[in-house]
C-alpha cells in the first residue's frame, strides 16, 4: 500500500493546525451541521470532518459514521486513511476503494468495516495550508460527478470559516463550545438590563479633585452575582455584541452625568470617559451613536471623552479615521487608552492624533522597579507631553507612585489608590470632591 506524501511544508503545516487549538476537543455543533448537509447532498450514509495531525486523523465530526462502520472513532492512525492524500490542496474521489492500489489494504477497507466509496475535499486555512478534509464514505462502491464534488468543496470552505471562528474563540481565551450559548445569555442579559455601568475617578495628583469619571461596565448576573468586565467582554468581542452593549452603556453613561452635572454643583464640570472598541468603530453610523446620546442625555459633547484601546486599532481601515474624524467634528475629545501596550504607538499618535494619552497601567506599576522601567515609561510620558497630549496614568496603587509621575509631568490620574469603580449610587455622595477646573480638562 503507497504511503501517502507528506506536504512539502509539513512542519509548517502542523503549527499552522495547532493554532486552531481544536484537536482533541469535543462535538462542535457548526460542523456537525456542515458534515451532515455533505451527507445529505451526496447522498452518502456517513460524513466526517477530520484533521490532519502528524501521526493521526482527529475525527472532529463523524454523523452516521458509528452506524456505518458499527462503532464510534474519534481518531484513526494516519497512515491507515484515506485523507492523507489530500494534503496536495485537491479534492480525491474514490469510486471503489478496493481497486485503487493505494486503499485496498486499508484495514477499513479489508476489515468488517468493507468501506468502498469516498469523496473528501480539503479544508484549507488562511494561510494555503491543508488542515484535514471534509468527506463522504459509503460502503457501497459508487460515482461522485463533478457538481457533487463541487458542492463538497464549498461546504469544506465552509468548515474552514468555522476553525477561524474558532481560533479567533481560543484567542479570546473563550471555549468554542460555550460561545453560542454564552452569546445568548449575553444578550438576554443586555435586553434585560443586566449590564450596570460603574464609574472610577481621574484625580488631579496635586489636589486629590476628581476631573473626570469613567464609565465601567459590570453584569449583574442573576446566578453569578456582580460579573467584572473579563467575565463577559471577550465573548461580546467574539460575538459582536460589544456593539449594541457599547451604545447602551454609552447612553447610560451620557444620561448620569449629565444629571450629575444639573444637580450637584461640585459636578458642573465633571467630564465623562467611554471605552470604544475596533467593532464598534467599524460600525458605519458610530458618529450617529454618539450625537443621538448627547442630544437624549442633554451632555455636552465637550464633556465626552472616547478611549480607544491601542491593541485594537492595528488593523484599523480607513473608515475608521473617517469615523473618528467625524466623532471629533462633534467636539467630541479623543484619548488612547492603554498607551505603550500595544504596537504601533507612534504610529497611532500620528494618525488618531488623540488629544490624550493613558499611560498603561503596566508601566505605571513597573516604576522604581530599575532604571530600563523607569526610562520606559519616562519616555512614553515624555512623549505624549512634547506632542501637547494630556497624560493619565492608570492603575495608581500607591503614593510613591504619585511622587514619580508628579516629578515626570503628569497631572492626572486613576487607580485604586483614588477610588474603585463604583455604581452611580454609591459614587453620587462623594461627588464633593469632583470640582473640576476647567483649565484640567482634556484638550481636543
Given amino acids: 500500500m503507497p504511503a501517502a506524501p507528506q506536504h512539502p511544508r509539513e512542519a509548517e503545516r502542523l503549527a499552522s493546525l495547532r493554532s486552531y487549538q481544536v484537536l482533541g476537543t469535543g462535538a462542535d455543533a457548526a460542523l456537525d451541521a456542515l458534515s451532515a448537509a455533505a451527507a445529505r447532498a451526496l447522498g452518502a450514509p456517513a460524513a466526517v470532518v477530520s484533521l490532519l495531525d502528524e501521526d493521526r486523523l482527529w475525527l472532529k465530526s463523524a454523523p452516521g459514521l458509528s452506524a456505518l462502520v458499527g462503532y464510534e472513532h474519534h481518531e484513526v492512525p494516519r497512515e491507515l486513511s484515506f485523507a492523507g492524500h489530500v494534503l496536495g490542496g485537491h479534492p480525491l474521489v474514490v469510486p471503489d476503494a478496493t481497486t485503487d492500489p493505494r486503499f485496498a489494504d486499508l484495514p477499513m477497507v479489508t476489515g468488517p468495516e468493507h468501506l468502498r466509496a469516498f469523496a473528501g475535499a480539503p479544508v484549507t486555512g488562511r494561510d494555503g495550508l491543508v488542515l484535514g478534509v ?6 457501497v462502491p459508487r460515482e461522485f460527478d463533478a457538481g457533487a464534488v463541487q458542492v463538497l468543496a ?23 463550545r460555550d460561545v453560542l450559548a454564552g452569546s445568548h445569555r449575553l444578550r438576554a442579559g443586555i435586553d434585560a438590563g443586566q449590564m450596570a455601568v460603574h464609574y472610577q475617578p481621574v484625580v488631579e495628583l496635586t489636589t486629590g479633585r476628581w476631573i473626570s469619571v469613567e464609565a465601567l461596565v459590570r453584569w449583574e ?13 471577550p465573548l461580546a468581542e467574539a460575538s459582536g455584541l460589544v456593539v449594541p452593549l457599547g451604545r447602551q452603556v454609552l447612553r447610560t453613561a451620557c444620561t448620569q452625568v449629565a444629571r450629575w452635572r444639573r444637580e450637584v454643583p461640585e ?11 475596533g467593532r ?3 460600525e458605519p453610523d458610530v458618529h450617529e451613536v454618539v450625537a443621538q446620546a448627547l442630544a437624549e442625555s442633554g451632555l455636552p459633547a465637550q464633556a465626552l471623552i472616547l478611549e480607544l484601546t491601542e491593541t485594537c486599532l492595528p488593523g484599523a481601515g480607513a473608515e475608521v479615521d473617517t469615523a473618528l474624524q467625524r466623532v471629533r467634528d462633534l467636539g467630541v475629545h479623543l484619548t488612547l487608552d492603554d498607551f505603550g501596550a ?28 530599575s532604571e530600563r522601567d523607569d526610562l520606559l515609561a519616562g519616555t512614553l510620558i515624555d512623549l505624549g507631553l512634547r506632542l ?10 500607591h503614593r510613591e507612585q504619585v511622587a514619580a509621575l508628579t516629578s515626570r509631568g503628569v497631572r492626572h490620574a486613576q487607580g485604586h489608590l483614588f477610588g474603585a469603580a463604583r455604581s452611580a449610587a454609591d459614587l453620587r455622595p462623594l461627588l464633593h470632591r469632583a470640582a473640576a477646573r476647567p483649565s484640567c480638562g482634556p484638550r481636543a
Fill in 342 to 369: 500595544g504596537y504601533a504607538s507612534f504610529s497611532h499618535l500620528q494618525r488618531f492624533q488623540p488629544g490624550a494619552v493613558k499611560v498603561d497601567r503596566s508601566f505605571v506599576a513597573a516604576l522604581g522597579r
Fill in 134 to 139: 471534509l468527506c463522504v464514505l459509503d460502503r
Fill in 280 to 282: 464598534q468603530l467599524d
Fill in 221 to 233: 448576573h442573576p446566578e453569578r452575582g456582580l460579573l467584572p468586565p473579563a467575565a463577559f467582554l
Fill in 154 to 176: 464549498g461546504l469544506a470552505t465552509a468548515v474552514a470559516e468555522v476553525l477561524e471562528l474558532r481560533r479567533a474563540d481560543a484567542a479570546a481565551g473563550l471555549d468554542a
Fill in 267 to 277: 459636578a458642573a464640570d465633571l467630564y465623562l470617559a467611554v471605552n470604544v472598541s
Fill in 388 to 397: 501637547g497630549c494630556h497624560v493619565v496614568a492608570e492603575g495608581v496603587e
